[in-house]
């Protein structure tokens, strides 16, 4: 069965360090996003991809930078962490284009920036 | 750019108690809307969609309806069960980056 993977689920890094969250789907789907989510915010863009080499910046992106090589991968780097960042992380991936379809989530990375 | 409003919570209901859970969008034109649903410790899951003005989206029980006079897609349940507890998302789609996500609706279920 197609699914969407994140790893870690869980990590725990220093303030200044670079960190890099991986999510990998199966789908074959071109649309890829990432989503931070907090109490009292809901769920927030930080970036999205609508194809390899295509990306986007989302509501909250400062701080946070993506790439997609291929079709199954977009990975989320924290340039410099910060306590702000300590997160849950989400990444979701859809088929077509525009917000018409279903997103599919993937399991959540738990950051904890100290 | 879209946004949306829905309660936050917690929401705490007796087993088999009815469910509503009020959600108004604003947004250009008309997208399509879907309700989120997260169970604890897990990512979200669609539970329902309507892609156009009065349609009813329905999935276990649960059922919306898209209402474009009045922006709003509130979602229903007639009967609720402690396995309902969770954190309810509506959102609006069709905008250039994808789908607007409510602030979530905790619910509880009590036996």
């Known amino acids: 069965d197609a699914e969407i993977t994140q790893s870690p689920r869980h990590k725990i890094t220093e303030t200044g360090r670079q960190v890099t969250l991986a999510c990998h789907q199966t789908?074959?789907?071109?649309?890829m996003f990432w989503y931070r989510q907090d109490l009292g915010h809901g769920l927030r863009l930080i970036h999205y991809s609508y194809g390899v080499q295509d990306t986007n910046k989302g509501e909250v992106s400062d701080g946070y930078s993506v790439s997609r090589s291929n079709t199954e991968d977009l990975p989320l780097t924290l340039e410099s962490a910060a306590s702000s960042q300590t997160s849950v992380y989400f990444c979701a991936s859809s088929a077509g284009t525009g917000g018409t379809n279903e997103q599919f989530f993937g399991p959540g990375t738990r950051l904890t920036v100290l | 750019g879209d946004s949306v409003t829905q309660m936050e919570g917690p929401v705490t209901l007796s087993e088999e108690a009815f469910l509503t859970i009020n959600c108004t969008y604003t947004a250009t034109g008309y997208p399509s809307l879907f309700w989120y649903v997260q169970y604890p410790g897990e990512g979200l899951q669609l539970l329902l969609k309507a892609t156009k003005a009065d349609d009813k989206g329905s999935n276990k029980g649960f059922e919306a309806t898209y209402r474009k006079e009045t922006t709003s897609f509130h979602l229903e349940k007639g009967s609720v069960q402690v396995s309902d507890s969770a954190v309810y998302f509506c959102?609006?789609?069709?905008?250039?980056?994808?789908?607007?996500f409510g602030k979530g609706t905790h619910l509880i279920i009590q036996p």
């Open positions: 789908w074959n789907h071109n649309n």
């Open positions: 959102a609006p789609g069709g905008g250039a980056d994808g789908l607007t």
